[in-house]
């Protein structure tokens, strides 16, 4: 054990380990348990005590190992400990590792707060249920064991704690708003009681590389996992809502799985997440967020679920990717301002039958564009700046041959120099690395031979397979 000598004098100032005053109104009575002396509330059961101080008896400030005690008797009745009060070892400097009794239930609000506490372990069984808000935050404890009977987390319990791995176990209901914020934790599980994950639970955790998500998680909210440097990300399907920025800022996350049941992707909800490189949107979801994916640089192939439901994209909710080709499921309405916004690989886009409205810029500098297919039955309402002059100049646009008119008298569309009709609105935009049909056939009808072989140019063909029968558009 390590001794660390000082004067008498600084004892009475250093070895409470309490920062909180003793409440004479609530029945107490002090007691000496080994070389410590102990503050105890007598809780309205009347056969059970808190812990409101803890001091040392030693005449020297040592770094000790404390063993809190299952029971006490004070005046011919024994009592069981059950719960260390608010702020009853906040600031302590001299309790290293702590020992507590199977009889604990709960450890109050900032009970160890800004301690020099390394270790908390049961001795024996455990039967805690509750760790209250902040009750460790910024303490140095780097080993805990809280047992498979805790229930309830509190707001910052473990906030700017020091250790590295995060289990929680199934018997948790309930976890506070960054509860395990500011660590430098590197892997985390969650088990499978918990439904709702609070905002900021695990928020900047620059070392947190993985994590295991529950089979009952219901909700992540806000900030939930932002700032951290999760790698692979899989969102089981039980999983129905996140909230704004939960994932933002987790710069090298590279593989994400979203949940089937999700219905919304919020804002800024993978922002800044810059080596996503391949996303599927899965069907159900009706809505992609302001921001959502938001300066997604490494982001090159985007996906929508067959059957998507996808009504709205929000403003600057792919801006800067690597995206070369883009498809829109027919069900989109809405295209907000500035969505793709610097996406400067981007060749072809593929706009739903659907589309009402494109916001302001939301394909500016975005200049590399050759080909626009946009068969909706009405021009969509949009502004000047959401294509570059170049793209107006130099691209061509696609649309039903039986809307032409009103593209070419629309004051924005028919900025386009190049505008084809096409006839029918079974037009399928597709890339030269797409794959085709076997045979294709030229407008006239005339053969063209195997896809691979007859390598077409840019141009709407007829694609035949068995007896399917389509036209497309080959960009190139």
């Known amino acids: 054990m390590k001794k660390i000598f000082v ?33 105890f509330y007598i809780l309205d059961s009347g056969d059970e005590v808190s812990i409101n101080s803890i001091s040392s008896t030693s005449p020297y400030v040592t770094t000790e190992r404390v063993v809190l005690p299952e029971e006490v008797t004070n005046e011919g009745k024994t009592y069981k400990v059950v719960e260390i009060e608010p702020e009853a070892c906040s600031d302590n400097n001299w309790i290293w590792d702590l020992v507590y009794p199977s009889t604990l239930r709960k450890v109050g609000k900032k009970s160890f707060w800004h301690s020099e506490l390394r270790s908390f372990k049961p001795q024996g069984e455990s039967n805690l249920k509750e760790i209250d808000d902040m009750a460790f935050a910024a303490s140095k404890v780097w080993e805990i ?26 018997s948790v209901t ?9 660590n430098i934790v590197e892997d985390v599980t969650i088990g499978d009681g918990l439904t709702y994950i609070c905002g900021g639970a695990f928020s900047n955790n620059p070392a ?37 920025d939960a994932f933002a800022g987790n710069k090298y996350l590279k ?11 919020p804002d800024g909800c993978f922002s800044e997440c810059g080596y996503i490189s391949d996303l599927k949107i899965p069907a159900n979801v009706t809505a992609i967020g302001t921001g959502a994916f938001y300066l997604c640089t490494g982001l090159v192939k985007l996906e929508f679920e067959e059957g998507s439901r996808l009504t709205s994209i929000g403003v600057n909710a792919f801006a800067g990717n690597r995206l070369a080709q883009l498809k829109m499921p027919d069900t989109v309405e809405e295209i907000g301002a500035s ?10 886009v593929h706009f739903s039958s659907g589309l009402k409205t494109i916001g302001d810029r939301a394909f500016s500098a975005c200049k590399e564009i050759r080909d626009v297919t946009c068969y909706a039955a009405a ?51 597709i890339g030269v690395d797409s794959e085709t049909s076997p045979v294709l056939y030229d407008l006239s009808g005339r053969r063209l031979g195997d896809a691979e072989a007859a390598d077409p140019s840019r141009g709407i063909y007829i694609e035949k397979s068995g007896k399917r029968t389509r036209k497309i558009i080959v960009t190139k």
Request: charged share 25%; glycine share 8%.
């Open 7 to 39: 004067p008498l004098i600084s004892v009475l100032l250093t070895l409470t380990a309490s920062a909180a005053g003793l409440d004479t109104n609530r029945p107490y009575f002090t007691q000496t348990v080994g070389s410590e002396r102990y503050c």
């Open 145 to 170: 064991d809280l047992g498979n009977k805790i229930e309830k987390i509190g707001n910052k319990a473990f906030a700017g704690f020091q250790f590295k791995y995060v289990r929680i176990p199934n």
């Open 174 to 182: 309930s976890l506070g708003q960054e509860a395990f914020s500011g």
């Open 208 to 244: 947190l590389r993985n994590v295991n998500i529950g089979k009952s998680v219901k909700t992540i909210d806000y900030n939930a996992f932002k700032g951290c440097n999760l790698q692979e990300l899989v969102i089981p399907d039980n999983v129905k809502t996140l909230g704004e």
């Open 255 to 265: 593989s994400v799985k979203l949940s089937s049941s999700l219905e919304n992707i």
């Open 339 to 348: 969505a793709f916004l610097g996406s400067g690989s981007l060749v072809s």
């Open 379 to 429: 021009p969509p309402v949009t502004t000047v700046d959401c294509f570059e002059t170049n793209v107006y100049d130099n691209a061509r646009l696609w649309v039903d041959e039986d809307a032409l008119k009103l593209f070419k008298r629309d004051e924005v569309w028919r900025l386009f120099r190049n505008i084809e009709g096409v006839e029918g609105a079974s037009i399928e935009a």
